[in-house]
């Protein structure tokens, strides 16, 4: 709880204002979810100051990279990059860079041009697109067609009609600037969440932080529970935006670029890495990648480890949390 100045008007006439030492938190809706912070502050003034600092930071992202809005940079982007080079901000270009990186890493599985084809869901309506319309949409998937001049920082796409979106790393992204500000503000322990990306700073004084890992059938129910301290941790879902079709099939948020349609290999991915932008890109990626080769894809890079509940329900573990069993029936 934050300490207003109201409610220690009383006091406050009688004495300065006192240290606080205490958590102070706070949680908006935005971004399409929810955002959260809460941090240790021995005082209330810093305590207050870091937080409008993490959401601040979240304001900026939002307003560079928030395709719903159509005054944002992104938005500017989808309508004039295919008529020719279109000078950005640099946090625009760094995280359009990084996610070409996850591109050529993954494949294609991870692409950001997935909403040439995306742009046609709405899965609060449960509509999805046509065989023609996809089919001609897929042909609009291709990181390859995002050209970027780091000299000019310049973004050309290079045919009409592709769009870009990037909720599979932005949020993460928009997480490590708050952690970022937090610790240039001397803040020593925080977790900072934007839906199901959150990075911990520090720990809770005697015990690192307890994050769970949702049950994808059962809601409100927890799966694994993890101890973290300086670490990001990212789930991506087949729970959180989603439909069944006429078919009896599950339609969702994550798509396979290769298809235009959801992927589903597995019903959640979990990615642990130093960063939120890599976890939140990773459990994209190894959502659309599978069991084998996601894991194969974790096992390759350096402090990175995830967890992959596959299309049964079962748990899959990296090499780096394989504590002897490989695999455990979800309760
Ligand atoms: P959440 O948004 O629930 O945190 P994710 O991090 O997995 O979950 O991000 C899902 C989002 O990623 C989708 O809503 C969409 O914006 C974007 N996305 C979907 N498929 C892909 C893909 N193949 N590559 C890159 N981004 C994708
Ligand atoms: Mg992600």
Redesign the pocket.
């Known amino acids: 709880m934050r300490l207003t100045p109201f409610l220690c008007l009383l006091p406050c006439l009688l004495a300065p204002l006192p240290a606080t030492a205490e958590w102070y938190r706070e949680a908006r809706d935005m971004m399409g979810t929810r955002v959260s912070a809460e941090l240790w502050s021995e005082d209330a003034a810093l305590g207050a100051q870091a937080l409008a600092a993490v959401f601040a930071e979240m304001d900026e992202v939002n307003r560079l990279m928030n395709p719903w809005d159509p005054d944002s940079e992104l938005s500017g982007l989808n309508s004039e990059a295919y008529r020719g080079p279109v000078r950005v901000s640099r946090a625009l270009f760094d995280v359009l860079k990084r996610s070409i990186e996850y591109s050529e890493l993954s494949g294609g599985a991870f692409d950001v041009s997935f909403a040439s084809a995306g742009q046609y869901y709405d899965y609060r309506k449960g509509v999805a697109p046509g065989k023609e319309v996809l089919a001609e949409a897929v042909s609009r998937i291709d990181y390859t067609y995002i050209q970027l001049d780091s000299e000019a920082r310049t973004v050309r796409y290079a045919i009409e009609g592709l769009q870009v979106d990037l909720g599979?790393?932005a949020k993460?992204y928009a997480v490590d600037r708050a952690i970022e500000a937090l610790l240039q503000l001397g803040i020593e322990s925080a977790v900072v969440s934007a839906g199901?990306?959150s990075r911990i700073l520090g720990n809770l004084g005697d015990r690192p932080r307890t994050i769970g890992i949702r049950h994808p059938r059962k809601k409100n129910d927890f799966i694994v529970m993890i101890p973290l301290e300086d670490t990001a941790i990212?789930t991506?879902g087949d729970y959180e935006r989603f439909f069944i079709d006429a078919d009896g099939q599950r339609v969702h948020h994550i798509l396979d670029p290769s298809t235009g349609r959801s992927s589903g290999k597995v019903q959640s991915a979990s990615v642990l890495a130093e960063k939120a932008i890599d976890s939140?890109?990773l459990?994209?990626t190894t959502f659309v990648l599978g069991v084998e080769k996601g894991l194969a894809l974790i096992n390759s890079l350096h402090g990175v480890d995830a967890i992959i509940i596959d299309d049964r329900g079962l748990l899959h573990y990296s090499s780096g949390l394989l504590l002897g069993a490989q695999e455990d029936a979800v309760p």
Request: charged residues 20%; negative net charge.
């Open positions: 599979g790393i993460g199901g990306d990212s991506s939140d890109a459990s994209t």
